[in-house]
């Protein structure tokens, strides 16, 4: 998933950044409302992990705004205040969620995945594409029942293409969901990241799941589209 995190303690947002990309997770982040404003205006996001308090103002016009604007966006909302108006003025404002810190990195992790489960397409935590599965709670994948040893940004590239098995998707697509913004669109990471995962999922005497669409982007499924 490609997350902002909007947190102005400087050391907490690093370790819950840092947390998020060990678990394979693209992750911006913003320390106050104008910046995360600034960046929800310029790229799109799986979920935001949205700060009550921030030095230019509170969460809840934040989130008020995502929802005003339309946008279905899941928000998760952090906050020292764990009072029931306050959970209740969060949910109000448009959370999907409300976690009081101090709390710990796999309450996080599991609250977004509670969230994304929720949004109105059916996320399953198992990904099925012939005989390769990926199990998302595990962040482990295995093919014809073999395990597939895979670093974190190969297993978020592997995802993010299993969601869309079938669907052809372009670098700029994928580098939204998988890269945080300090991806270099100019750079080839991206296909050597393809290249690298092929060679772990394409084994020999398999059939091919991980296709190039010559000018148009990469696509994972059992036969080529297009």
């Known amino acids: 998933m490609r997350l902002l995190v909007v947190e102005d303690e400087a050391r907490l947002a690093a370790s819950i950044a840092k947390g998020l990309r060990h678990a394979a997770h693209a992750v911006d982040v913003a320390d106050s409302l104008a910046g995360a404003r600034a960046k929800l205006d310029q790229d799109s996001y799986d979920a935001v992990v949205l700060d009550l308090m921030l030095p230019d103002g509170s969460g809840l016009d934040l989130a008020r705004e995502i929802r005003g604007a339309a946008q279905r966006t899941p928000i998760l909302m952090l906050t ?3 009072s029931v108006e306050d959970r209740v003025a ?52 295995e093919r014809v029942g073999r395990p597939i040893e895979l670093t974190t940004t190969e297993y978020a590239l592997l995802e993010y293409l299993a969601r869309q098995a079938g669907t052809v998707c372009g ?27 092929r060679r772990k999922i394409d084994l020999p005497g398999l059939a091919p799941l991980l296709h190039t669409v010559r000018g148009a ?9 297009g």
Do not use: C, M
Not at 113 to 121: C, H, L, N
Not at 217 to 225: E, I, N, P, T
């Open 171 to 197: 670098r700029a697509q994928i580098s939204a969901h998988v890269w945080d913004e300090q991806y270099d669109p100019f750079s080839n990471v991206i296909d050597v990241y393809v290249a690298r995962l």
């Open 90 to 141: 969060g949910l109000d404002s448009g959370a999907d969620d409300y976690l009081v810190k101090p709390f710990a990195l796999e309450e996080l992790l599991a609250r977004l995945r509670a969230i994304q489960r929720r949004t109105p397409v059916f996320q399953p935590e198992v990904l099925h594409i012939a005989d390769l599965s990926i199990d998302t709670r595990a962040r482990a994948a």
């Open 80 to 82: 020292a205040r764990g």
């Open 217 to 225: 982007g990469y696509v994972l499924g059992s036969r080529r589209a």
